[in-house]
Each structure stands twice: as structure tokens, then as C-alpha cells.
């Protein structure tokens, strides 16, 4: 119902993205629209021209830091990467799911064809959870996901999102997990905000090249992104905003996260004033949760 008012998922604030509420809605109010069109996005990754190969997309994310800062910081990783992807591919060659995990792992979507504004919403809602983290357990939960949803002849990608923690999983266990989760047939790639735990996840990556681990992290989207989108049967990649055709290897991948963000430029405002309206929900019958609700908009 609140979709429908806003006219946009991504309008709609609720679990963990009420925390972006305030700053996005800022962003909102006091960016001035142009007279014209907006600027175009800034390139973000580069898309095949044509390509019919599938790619299954497992996201496996550590939601056990004890502050949520720290995990917003972690989970900001894994949204940047979708955003970055472009949403015509989402139609038909992407299928993505979300396992989280502290203690316990908990299948967040299931592999299926969703719009991407679908799946960052899925992403963004998702909150910090108490417990040590069990990569062994989110794993096995991984491994029944693949088996039970992945497409026939389709690419398996999984990425292990992490926070540094390594948890109480014993070095054996997380060698037989890895090794079943390997079997697979899945391209096994991690991203850590500190090197704590960086051998338990070696085991699951199988090298070190498929590790991304603090300082590596700002190269993640563009390599990862690269890899994802890539085409064997493509003979190069489009920009998405333009017609301009690129090889493969012309990216540059050593190119900063701040690369593939939102670029857009501020012209003379089109309004000089701007009104702004709030409808507060006053229906509540504890006049305690009214003010609280109040206090969150003032």
C-alpha cells in the first residue's frame, strides 16, 4: 500500500533501511532538479552487447557484528555491487539469492528473475542479527539452495560478504563445508572489512585471488561486477549509455569505488520554492509510540 503511494520500492522505508531515511530523504529535498533532464548516471559496469549464458548469483552475507554501523558498512559492500550491475540484465541472465548468517543462516529470496530495484530492497532490509557467526552453517545452506533452485546450465557465482569475525567454526568443519560447497561447480569469491578471518575464508575461495580484504575492497565491484556480466561468446561490451563498443580488457581494474556512484550535476533550480508536506500517522493509542514516531521526523 505504501508502495503504491510512493510510486517507488525504493521510497518506501522499512526493518533496516529505516536507518536511510533521513539522509536519503535530505538528499531529496534539497537536491536541485534541473530545467531539463537529469545528468545520465555515470557508467557503472560494462554489459555484453547480446548474450544468452546465465548467471546464478548466491550472496552469502555475515550479519552477526555486534554494531550496526559495522554491519551497514559490510552490507553497503554487496549493495554497491548490485547497483553497479546494469538492470536489463536482472531480466533474464541474473537470478540472485540472499543467505544471511550469524549463528544461524536464514534464506533471505531464493534464486528467481526479480527487477533490481527488488533485490536491493531485499538487501537494504536486512539488519544485524547477535550470535557468532557460522560460515560452515550458511554454507550447507548454500550448497541445499543450489541444489534445489539453481537454472539448468547456469553460472554459479557466490560471494561471502564478511565482517572479519571468524566465528567458533573448527578449521575441519570449514574444510569440509568448503570443499562440498566447491563441488558445487560455484566461482567462489569473498570480501572482508579486516584480514581476522582471512585462512577460514581461503579455504572457501580456494586462493587468495578470489579474497578482497580491506584495502582490496575498493577494486571488489569493478573485478567481481566484471567477471559477473562477462559473456564467453561475447566479442566485447557495450556502455550502457552509449553505443560505444569496449573489449573486456579495456576496464580498468584498478579504478576506485567512487567510480560507480550516482554523478549527477546540480544546474539552477528549476523552482524557487519548494513545499513540503509530512502525513503522520497519529492512529496509535499509546501516546508514548506517537512522540516516538514524531521525534524521528523532526
Do not use: W
Amino acid at each position: 500500500e505504501l508502495e503504491l503511494y510512493a510510486g517507488d520500492k525504493l521510497r518506501v522505508y522499512i526493518d533496516a533501511r529505516v536507518r536511510q531515511f533521513l539522509d536519503e530523504t535530505e538528499e531529496a529535498v534539497t537536491h536541485c532538479e534541473g530545467s531539463g533532464k537529469e545528468s545520465p548516471l555515470s557508467v557503472l559496469l560494462q554489459a555484453p552487447k547480446s548474450c544468452s549464458s546465465l548467471v546464478d548469483l548466491l550472496v552469502i552475507l555475515d550479519n552477526s557484528a555486534s554494531y550496526a554501523e559495522d554491519f551497514f558498512k559490510e552490507k553497503q559492500i554487496a549493495v554497491d555491487l548490485l547497483k553497479a550491475i546494469p538492470e536489463h540484465v536482472f531480466e533474464k541472465r541474473l537470478s540472485v539469492s540472499i543467505i544471511t548468517f550469524a549463528n544461524t543462516s536464514t534464506v533471505v529470496s531464493s534464486f528467481g528473475l526479480l527487477p533490481k530495484d527488488e533485490v536491493v530492497f531485499e538487501l537494504e532490509r536486512i539488519g544485524n542479527a547477535t550470535g557468532p557467526p557460522s560460515l560452515a552453517t550458511a554454507s550447507s545452506a548454500a550448497v541445499m539452495e543450489i541444489n534445489s533452485h539453481r537454472r539448468k546450465n547456469s553460472r554459479i557465482v557466490v560471494i561471502i560478504v564478511s565482517n572479519g569475525n571468524g566465528g567458533d567454526d573448527e578449521l575441519e568443519e570449514v574444510k569440509n563445508t568448503s570443499n562440498i560447497l566447491r563441488s558445487s561447480g560455484a566461482e567462489i569469491f569473498a570480501v572482508s572489512l579486516s584480514d581476522a578471518n582471512i585462512d577460514k575464508l581461503k579455504e572457501y575461495t580456494g586462493s587468495e585471488k578470489n579474497l578482497y580484504v580491506a584495502e582490496k575492497s575498493d577494486k571488489f565491484i569493478q573485478e567481481i561486477g566484471s567477471s559477473i556480466l562477462s559473456c564467453p561468446s561475447a566479442s566485447g561490451v557495450n556502455n550502457i549509455e552509449t553505443d560505444d563498443a569496449l573489449r573486456p580488457t579495456d576496464l580498468d581494474l584498478n579504478e576506485k569505488l567512487e567510480k560507480f556512484r550516482t554523478d549527477r550535476i546540480r544546474r539552477k533550480c528549476k523552482y524557487d520554492k519548494m513545499d513540503l508536506q509530512i502525513i503522520l500517522d497519529a492512529s496509535s493509542s499509546r501516546k508514548e509510540v506517537h512522540n516516538q514516531t514524531l521525534n524521528k521526523h523532526m
